[in-house]
């Protein structure tokens, strides 16, 4: 078995289409492509990243955190990530999960506005 380490953010957005906005690829980005000042994604972009590969990445917005239990390999990655959530409190229901393959954000970090909070909660191991 191979093992490999995700990084994951739980998150609250205030509707669907806002976080969908926020994760999604800019199309502009291909176009701009050379400069500094575009980002693969706003999500990119709260990272301080401007492309990574989005291939390696999965995201949702659900109505709670037990209906992320479909999500690839959530069997593995989310009693650990019900153990962090509950560890740190969180002020706010989650619903909305972003977890991309570690490495593709170099330095990951909580982000947090008046439209939506989204916390860093590290990187869980996983075998496929």
Do not use: C
Not at 5 to 13: A, C, E, H, P
Not at 58 to 74: K, L, P, R, T, V
Request: no cysteine; hydrophobic share 35%.
């Amino acid at each position: 078995m191979n093992r490999q380490i995700l990084d994951f953010w739980v998150g609250n957005f205030r509707t669907a289409e806002d976080f969908e906005m926020f994760v999604e690829e800019d199309e502009n980005y291909y176009i701009e492509e050379e400069s500094d000042d575009t980002y693969i994604s706003k999500f990119a972009e709260s990272q301080d990243t401007v492309w990574f590969d989005q291939d390696l990445m999965e995201y949702g917005f659900e109505q709670s955190i037990q209906h992320f239990s479909e999500y690839s390999f959530a069997e593995q990655w989310l009693p650990v990530l019900y153990n962090r959530v509950n560890e740190m409190n969180l002020t706010f229901e989650i619903n909305s999960l972003v977890f991309v393959s570690q490495g593709q954000i170099p330095k990951p970090k909580s982000v947090e506005n008046d439209h939506f909070s989204l916390v860093y909660l590290g990187g869980i191991e996983f075998e496929y």
